[in-house]
């Protein structure tokens, strides 16, 4: 191949048939992004293919792990107002309209990621192939950021594969794999990685038909037809997000419902409609919550730390279901309880998740062949890392400590997932106590994204990092907190449980209380999520709070429980549940005492600021990431911390001390405040 002009961010060649590869590799960095700098280079390369034109143009990445990640988030932080966003979106669109005006077919070859503008470059090449692997992952996430595709990704996308397909992708934000691509007609093959390059110059060599929409989903853009698609993708979206908290897939249909059989006007109002979305504080919240993800990714990148082999003590709903996610995410598994009769029904959920997750048959038999049942231990001394979830008894997990110290390995992590007692009182049944730290899940393990880690006085930083690897390992988000009654999650969630569980005990409805935290953007009332959580786990950690930091136990929670009514789990709380559903129904607005909301959120946010004010964590950023990520916090709002900036000191001491008066001390504001 014969190199063409030098780019930063771009390589260009041609082979002995004239047919143009242009390698995309954004310099320093492991991951291609579109920059504004990587776009105005691809403009250079387009012009000059303009000029000489290539019998035929081939796209791909050099990254190994994907093809482009999307637009430069971080240039979305800089965006000051509308104009300057329209400005930028509509010189991208005119970008991908150059490549796809090209006079020469245009071929794009996908691996690994390929999302967000990604996507929509790809969308612009005449044709697309990708790597058929459980790598590979194509989509339009956009929606997770507060904003819609913005350089003609829907308006291209809908015109390939139809509406309904397409806006699944795009309200969704959830990504595909390489075979589900060639399925709904995203890319036109997907092959083996090693056949990528050979299979891209054969295609180029036939040039089949150029893919549309055809038949009925080509119809399905008609102007005949939008309305009533428009209205079904409304009514599917408003059974998940309300208008006023995720306008972006509202904001998307209605682009499309009025414009979706004209292309240039549909690229204008899509221009329009996202330079209106991205300055908002809706987007903003989320685009920093993007990068403080990130942030906690990140910090697990201080080792080179990778586990083999995982150990699971304690096999009951926690401790199965951490040793079922880790197996499921490659890792070999031995779980140890008293007798096979207790490890069996832990193996019996672990072979469901496998089935829902995996769904190919030899993935789900390798998963099951991963764990292992292990009575007596013997996956101990072979172990990297050693996860205790047993019973919270100091005695009993400092006697158990005390044996996996002697039969580990040295370097193996011993991990406490206790939720209630001071990792430091379980440290000292060890020799060596620095090496004990809490990886601390949350359930549903399948379902949680964040996983604390714990960090006793005793604790070392190798120890610290490893488990924060380790958690990254397993694909969940470690935050570092320090050992204290409750850690982060816990002990901000519960005042604000115990509020609605005080608001229940004086008169006030579960189903009003529920729609009350729902309005706010809370995904479940705390009513609900008590219920699901287990009335019992709530008072073991609420009885916590309440000997180390005086927390107020309603008594209504301990009638229920002194019933045999525990929630969820038991199809009795403060709902009644018939295979696993309330069947609660919505209540009207006017029904919900005007003060209900401020007393649920108040409370949280000022046990947040309580947290932040004792050092519980580094700082107010990883307050909004625990509670996010940890406890489904509204993420529009951006978090606890970030939702108090927006009310202001002042008016939150107003309104506490507002509170204090009417309710009592359970209000009195943090000496953080």
Known sequence: MTPDTDYRHWQLTRDNRNIAWLIFDKADSSTNVLSSEVLTELDHVLEQLEVDLPHALVIKSAKPAGFCAGADVEEFTLIRSYDQAHTHIRRAQSIFD????????????IHGYCLGGGLELALACHYRIAEESTGTRIGLPEVKLGIHPGYAGSVRLTQLIGAPAAMQMILTGRTISGKQAVKNGVVSHAVPARLLDSSAAQFIHRLPKRPRARGWKKLTNNALFRPLLAKVFLSGLRKKVSPEHYPAPYAQVDVWRQHGDNPEAMKHAEAESVARLVVSPVAQNLIRLFFLQNRLKDAAKQTDFMAQ??????????????????????????LQDRDINSIA????????????????????????????????????????????????????????????????????????????????AIAEALQNPSRLVGIHFFNPVAQMQLVEIVIGQQTDTLSLQQASAFTRQISKLPLPVRSSPGFLVNRVLMPYLLEAVTAFNEGISGPVIDQAARNFGMPM?????????????????????????????????RS?????????????????????????????????????????????????????????????????????????????????MQYAATLGTAEIRNLLKKYETRFGPRFKASEGW
């Open 345 to 424: 029904p832990a193996i019996k959920r672990a072979n469901r998740l496998f089935r829902k997750k995996l769904r190919v048959s030899h993935d789900i038999r390798h998963a099951n062949d991963r764990l292992i049942p292990d009575v007596h231990g013997h996956g101990i001394a072979g172990a990297d890392v050693i996860i205790e979830a047993i019973y919270e008894d100091l005695d009993a997990k400092q006697q158990l400590f005390s044996m996996l110290e002697e039969k580990a390995k040295p370097a193996a992590i011993l991990a406490t997932n206790t939720s209630s007692l001071r990792v430091e």
């Open 98 to 109: 150059r490549l796809e005006n090209l006079a020469c077919p245009s071929l794009c070859v």
């Open 525 to 557: 009332g705390p009513i609900e999520l008590a219920d699901a959580v287990g009335l019992d786990i709530c008072l073991h950690v609420a009885e916590i709070l309440s000997r180390d930091l005086g927390a107020e136990v309603p008594p209504i929670l």
């Open 560 to 640: 229920l429980i002194d019933k045999g009514t525990l929630g969820k789990k038991t199809g009795e709380g403060f709902y009644r549940y018939f295979k696993g559903k309330s069947h609660v129904q919505q209540v009207s607005n006017d029904k919900i005492p005007p003060e209900l909301t401020d007393r649920l959120i108040l409370r949280l946010i000022n046990e947040a600021m309580q947290c932040l004010h004792e050092g519980v964590v580094e700082d107010p950023d990883l307050i909004d990431a625990g509670i996010v990520f940890g406890t489904g916090f509204a993420p529009f709002h951006g978090g606890p």
């Open 309 to 334: 082999h995982v150990h699971v003590v304690g096999a009951g709903i926690m401790g199965g279901d951490i040793a079922a996610w880790c197996a499921l995410r490659g890792l070999k598994v031995t």
